[in-house]
C-alpha cells in the first residue's frame, strides 16, 4: 500500500455521544468538563434545553475550542422552564431528554422544527407511560409537540420492536434519574454509548444476548452519578463522508481523518465498505473516557468499486450511513441490495424516498422497497439538483456524489449539514483543492497542505536519564507522529565529520561550506527517523559508535552545527504530527510547539536507569551515589553551558518520572497531546 501520507483532516465531535455527556452531565452530582464539544445544531439545541431546565452550561458561546463546563445539579433537581423547550432538528436530543423528564417532578413541553414534528414520539412515550409518566401529545398524535409530565416512577421491562439506541437511552434515563431497576430489549444491538458514559459516570449496567434479544440492564441504579471528565472523539458518520469522497475520486492522495470515534457499535460501514473494494486502514488511539478512538486512512478503491448486498442485524451499525452506502452504489459495479432498513423512514426525511427520488432524477436505476433499496451502479455523467428534506445526511451524501468525477449536482439547502457538521461544504472544497497532483512518492510524508491542518509538534526534553528518548519514541508511535531525534543528527554531523578528509580537528572552526559538503539528509519510514550523509543512509550502529559518542557533546556545542541543522528540524513538522526530542527543542527549534514537556526525576532514580540502560544488572546502592554525584555535575554542565543549555521551556509542563514506568510517562505524555488532536479545526 502506498504509505505516503497525503491530506489529514479533522471532522468534528461525535454528536450522539455529545448529546448524551450534555444530558448526563445535567444529571451528575458536581461539574462536569467536555473538550471538543461540536457546535452543531443539534448539539447546541440540547445544551440550550438543559440549560433551560435550570443547569449551568458554560463555554458554548466561544471560538469553539475551549471545553464547555457543565454543573450538574444531581438526579432530580433540574427546575421548570419558562416556556417550552425547542430541539430544533435533534431526535436524540428530544427522546433523550423526555426519558430524563419522565424522572424529574416538573411538566415539560418539547417541541422542534417541521422535520422533527414529523418523527414518531409513541416509541419512547410508551415504555415512558408504563414507568409512571405523563406524555400527552399537544398537536397532532404520536408526534411533536409533547408534554412530559414526571416523577416517581416504576420499574419495567421494555422489549422494543425496532432496534434504537435513542428508545433504550430514553428509558435508561428514566431508570437512573428516578433510581428504578430498568431493562431493555432490542431485536439487534444498537449504539452502546450511553451504557459507556453511565458505566464511566459510576453506574453498572449489564448487557448481553437473552435468546434473540440483547438486552442492556440497570439492576441497581447508583443515587448519584459522578461528574465527566472527556473529550469528545470525532464522528465516526460525519468522518465517512470524506472516506467515501476519497473512494470515489481517482488519483487522489491518501486521507487520514484523524482521532475519529471507533466505537465497534457505530462502524459497521467498514466490513461493507471492504466488500465494495474500499481500502481503509484503522489507527486505533486507545479509549479514553471509555469511547474508541483512532484514526482512519483511505487511500482510494482497488479496481472499482463493487455492488454490495446490506442487510439484517448489519443495520443497526450503519443506520446513519446508509445514504453515503447508496450514493457509492450509484458508482459501483452491479446491484446494491439494501435490505432491513425501514427505520430509514422515519429519521430525519424518509431517507428511502429521498434516496430513491434523488438517484432517480440523475438517471441511476433505482428500486424502492418498503425497507430497503436496489441501486443499478452506473458510470454515466451524473446531473441535476438534488432535494435535501431538510436532511442534513442526505445533503452531504449527494455533496460528496457532486464533488466525484463525471458529477454535476446542485444541492438545494446545503445549509442543512449545520446540525451536525458545520463547515462541511468548506471542508469539502478544500479536501478537494488539495487533492490533486501525483501521489507522493512512497515512504515520503510530504508536508502537509497549507492550511489543511497544521502539524502538531511536541516538544520534548529533560535531563540525562529522566527517560526521555525511550518515552517520546513511544509517544510518537502511540499517536502516529514521526519522532525526531536531534542527538542522531549531531552524531550524524560528527560522524560525518570523521569520515570526511577534514576530520574532527578544529570542530569548533567548521565551516559552513564543509557543513554543507556532509549533505546530512533525513528519510522518513513510518514516522521513523533516518539519517543520510552524502546521500546515502547510515545504520543506527553507525551512529552509535564509541568514537562517535566521545566526540558528539563536542560537535553538539558550535554554534554553527547548531544552525546548520535548525531548517533540517524543522522540516520534519509535516503530517498529523512530530514528537522533537532534544535540548533546544521547545526553545529554539519549535519554540510555538503545542504541547512541551519537561521529563524530570530524582537524582538517584536516574542515576540507577543509566546503570541498568549500561547494561547493570541490580546495581549496589554505593554505585548508584556514585552516578548520582557525576550526574549532579553534569547536570550543571548542561544547564550553565554556554551553547543550547539545558533550560525548561517556557510554558512547558514538567512531568516527574520518579514513580513512572515507559509505560505511565507515554501515557502522561499522551494525555497532554489529546486535547489538541479532538480539537475541533474543520473549519
Ligand atoms: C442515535 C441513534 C440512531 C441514529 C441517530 C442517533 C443516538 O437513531 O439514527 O442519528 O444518538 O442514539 P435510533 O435510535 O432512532 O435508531
Not at 50 to 60: M, P, W
Not at 354 to 361: D, G, I, M, T
Request: with cysteine; hydrophobic share 40%; proline share 7%.
Amino acid at each position: 500500500m502506498d504509505r505516503g501520507e497525503g491530506l489529514t483532516i479533522r471532522v468534528p465531535g461525535d454528536k450522539s455521544i455529545t448529546q448524551r455527556a450534555l444530558i448526563l452531565g445535567a444529571l451528575a452530582d458536581g461539574e462536569s468538563r467536555i473538550g471538543a464539544v461540536p457546535r452543531g445544531g443539534d448539539p447546541l439545541a440540547t445544551a440550550r434545553a438543559v440549560a433551560a431546565l435550570g443547569v449551568e452550561v458554560r463555554g458554548l458561546d466561544g471560538a469553539g475550542t475551549e471545553p464547555v463546563t457543565i454543573r450538574g445539579p444531581g438526579l432530580r433537581r433540574w427546575t421548570q422552564p419558562a416556556g417550552a423547550l425547542d430541539l430544533c432538528n435533534s431526535g436524540t436530543g428530544t427522546r433523550l431528554l423526555s426519558g430524563a423528564l419522565a424522572a424529574q417532578p416538573l411538566a415539560v413541553v418539547l417541541r422542534g422544527d417541521a422535520s422533527l414534528s414529523q418523527r414518531p414520539m409513541e416509541r419512547i412515550a410508551a415504555p415512558l407511560r408504563r414507568m409512571g409518566a405523563s406524555v400527552d401529545y399537544l398537536g397532532r398524535p404520536g408526534v411533536l409537540p409533547m408534554r412530559i409530565g414526571g416523577g416517581v416512577l416504576t420499574s419495567i421491562r421494555h422489549d422494543g420492536e425496532v432496534a434504537s439506541a435513542q428508545v433504550k437511552s430514553a428509558v435508561l434515563l428514566a431508570g437512573i434519574g428516578a433510581g428504578v431497576p430498568v431493562e431493555v430489549r432490542e431485536p439487534h444491538r444498537s449504539r452502546d454509548h450511553s451504557e459507556r458514559m453511565l458505566e464511566a459516570m459510576g453506574a453498572e449496567v449489564a448487557e448481553g444476548w437473552r435468546g434473540d434479544a440483547w438486552s442492556v440492564r440497570l439492576a441497581d441504579p447508583p443515587a448519584r452519578l459522578e461528574p465527566l471528565d472527556m473529550d469528545i472523539p470525532g464522528d465516526f458518520s460525519s468522518a465517512i463522508f470524506f472516506i467515501a469522497w476519497a473512494a470515489l475520486a481517482t488519483g487522489q492522495r491518501p486521507v487520514t481523518i484523524r482521532s475519529v470515534g471507533l466505537n465497534p457499535t457505530r462502524t459497521g460501514l467498514l466490513p461493507v465498505l471492504a466488500r465494495m473494494g474500499v481500502d481503509v486502514e484503522v489507527l486505533p488511539r486507545g479509549a479514553p473516557g471509555g469511547e474508541p478512538v483512532g484514526d482512519l486512512r483511505v487511500v482510494g478503491k482497488g479496481a472499482g468499486l463493487q455492488a454490495v448486498e446490506v442487510g439484517g442485524d448489519e443495520v443497526p451499525g450503519l443506520i446513519d450511513e446508509v445514504p453515503i452506502v447508496a450514493v457509492l452504489a450509484a458508482r459501483a459495479d452491479g446491484v446494491t441490495r439494501i435490505a432491513g432498513a425501514a427505520e430509514l423512514r422515519v429519521k430525519e426525511s424518509d431517507r428511502l424516498a429521498a434516496l430513491a427520488v434523488n438517484l432517480r432524477r440523475m438517471g441511476v436505476a433505482v428500486e424502492e422497497f418498503p425497507d430497503g433499496l436496489e441501486i443499478r451502479g452506473t458510470g454515466k455523467p451524473l446531473s441535476g439538483r438534488v432535494e435535501c428534506f431538510h436532511d442534513h445526511r442526505i445533503a452531504m451524501a449527494f455533496g460528496v456524489l457532486g464533488a466525484s468525477p463525471g458529477c454535476d449536482l446542485a444541492i438545494d439547502d446545503p445549509g442543512v449539514a449545520d446540525v451536525s457538521f458545520p463547515g462541511f461544504w468548506e471542508l469539502l472544497a478544500r479536501v478537494e483543492r488539495h487533492s490533486v497532483g501525483a501521489a507522493p512518492h512512497p515512504g515520503q510524508i510530504p508536508a502537509a497542505p497549507p492550511g489543511a491542518d497544521r502539524c502538531i509538534v511536541v516538544a520534548v526534553d529533560g535531563s540525562a536519564g529522566s527517560g526521555k528518548s525511550t518515552t517520546a519514541a513511544a509517544v510518537a508511535r502511540r499517536l502516529g507522529f514521526r519522532h525526531l531525534d536531534s542527538g542522531a543528527l549531531y552524531r550524524a554531523v560528527t560522524l560525518a565529520l570523521l569520515q570526511s578528509e577534514r576530520g574532527c580537528e578544529d570542530v569548533e572552526e567548521v565551516t559552513p561550506a564543509e557543513l554543507d559538503a556532509l549533505r546530512i539528509g533525513l528519510d522518513w519510514h513510518d514516522g521513523t527517523m533516518h539519517v543520510r550523509i552524502r546521500g546515502t543512509l547510515v545504520p543506527d550502529e553507525a551512529l552509535r559508535e564509541p568514537r562517535v559518542t566521545s566526540l558528539v557533546s563536542r560537535v553538539s556545542a558550535v554554534p554553527l552545527v547548531r544552525d546548520h541543522l535548525l531548517e533540517l528540524q524543522r522540516s520534519a513538522a509535516a503530517g498529523p504530527g512530530l514528537v522533537a526530542e532534544g535540548r533546544d527543542m521547545g526553545t529554539v527549534i519549535f519554540p510555538s510547539a503545542e504541547v512541551k514537556v519537561h521529563l524530570d526525576a530524582e537524582i538517584r532514580e536516574r542515576a540507577r536507569r543509566r546503570l541498568l540502560q549500561r547494561g547493570r544488572r541490580q546495581p549496589a546502592a554505593e554505585e548508584v551515589d556514585a552516578e548520582a554525584a557525576r550526574l549532579e555535575l553534569r547536570d550543571q554542565r548542561d544547564s550553565t553551558r554556554a551553547i543550547a543549555p539545558l533550560t525548561q521551556a517556557e510554558g512547558a509542563a514538567t512531568v516527574d518520572t520518579t514513580e513512572l514506568d515507559p509505560p505511565g510517562q507515554t501515557e502522561v505524555i499522551v494525555q497532554l497531546v489529546l486535547p489538541f488532536l479532538t480539537s475541533v479545526e474543520y473549519n
